[in-house]
C-alpha cells in the first residue's frame, strides 16, 4: 500500500546528542515536509524539499538539519545546537502543488532526557 | 503574509450533538486554497477536504459539512450528531499559489472531546 512511514515511532535522547528521525513515502510525490508539534502550537514547518538535492528552511529550521538525495527519502537530523528537542515530529508529502493534500506518516515522538 | 485562526482550542460535546469548528483566514491572494485534517489520538493527520478560493459552495459529506464565507474569510467545519469516534484535533489549513512554494499555513488546532 501506498503511503509515508516514520521511524521509529518513539525516540529517547541524551542531551548532547544529535538523532535522526527517518521518513520515507512511495507516493511518487515530489514535496516533502517536516513538521514539529508541540502541545497549543498546532504544526511548523521544519524543512521542506520540492525536488530531490534541494531543500528549504521553513520557519523553525534551527537546530535541524536535512537532506534529499532520494525522491523516496526525507531523514531530518535533530543536532545539539537545539535547545528544546522534545516534541511530537510528522512527516508529510504531497504533489508539488498547493491545491494538493497533504499526506502524513504517524509521527515521532522525541524526548530528551 | 498568511494566517489561520482557530480560535477554540478545546470543544467538549456529548454524543448526538452538532458541533461547529471555526476557521478564519488572512491572506492578500485571489487565488488559494483551504483545508482541513483531522488528527486522532495515533497522531497520523488526515486529509478531510479541500476548497479552492472560487468555489464557495457548501460541502456535505455523511454528518461533515463545509461552510466556506469569502466575506468573512471564514471557512468553519460542522460535525452533525456527533460520536465518540470524531474525538480528535482538527486543523485548518491555508495554502497560497503565488510565489511557488505552495506550503499551507495551518491553524493551532482545535481539540474535540465527544463524551458518550
Known amino acids: 500500500d501506498g503511503g509515508i512511514t516514520q521511524s521509529p515511532k518513539y525516540l529517547f535522547r541524551k542531551e548532547g546528542q544529535n538523532v535522526t528521525l527517518s521518513c520515507e513515502q512511495n507516493l511518487n510525490h515530489d514535496a516533502m515536509y517536516w513538521y514539529r508539534q508541540d502541545p497549543g502550537q498546532g504544526l511548523r514547518l521544519i524543512y521542506y524539499?520540492?525536488?530531490?538535492?534541494?531543500?528549504q528552511k521553513g520557519d523553525i529550521a534551527e537546530g535541524y538539519s536535512v537532506s534529499r538525495e532520494k525522491k523516496e527519502s526525507f531523514p531530518l537530523t535533530v543536532t545539539s545546537a537545539q535547545k528544546n528537542p522534545t516534541a511530537f515530529y510528522l512527516c508529510?508529502?504531497?504533489?508539488?502543488?498547493?491545491?494538493?493534500?497533504?499526506?502524513f506518516g504517524p509521527g515521532t515522538r522525541l524526548t530528551v532526557l | 503574509a498568511q494566517k489561520v485562526t482557530q480560535a477554540q482550542t478545546e470543544i467538549s460535546v456529548v454524543e448526538k450533538e452538532d458541533v461547529t469548528l471555526d476557521c478564519v483566514y488572512e491572506t492578500r491572494d485571489t487565488t488559494y486554497y483551504l483545508f482541513w485534517y483531522k488528527q486522532p489520538p495515533s497522531g497520523e493527520l488526515v486529509f478531510l477536504i479541500r476548497r479552492n478560493s472560487f468555489d464557495e459552495q457548501n460541502e456535505i459529506s455523511g454528518r461533515y459539512s463545509w461552510n466556506f464565507q469569502k466575506s468573512t474569510s471564514s471557512f468553519n467545519f460542522t460535525i452533525t450528531a456527533s460520536q465518540v469516534v470524531d474525538s480528535a484535533v482538527y486543523f485548518c489549513a491555508l495554502s497560497e499559489t503565488t510565489g511557488g512554494s505552495y506550503i499551507p499555513t495551518f491553524g493551532r488546532g482545535t481539540s474535540l472531546i465527544v463524551h458518550p
Open positions: 524539499s520540492q525536488i530531490v538535492n534541494d531543500f
Open positions: 508529510a508529502s504531497s504533489v508539488e502543488r498547493s491545491y494538493n493534500e497533504q499526506f
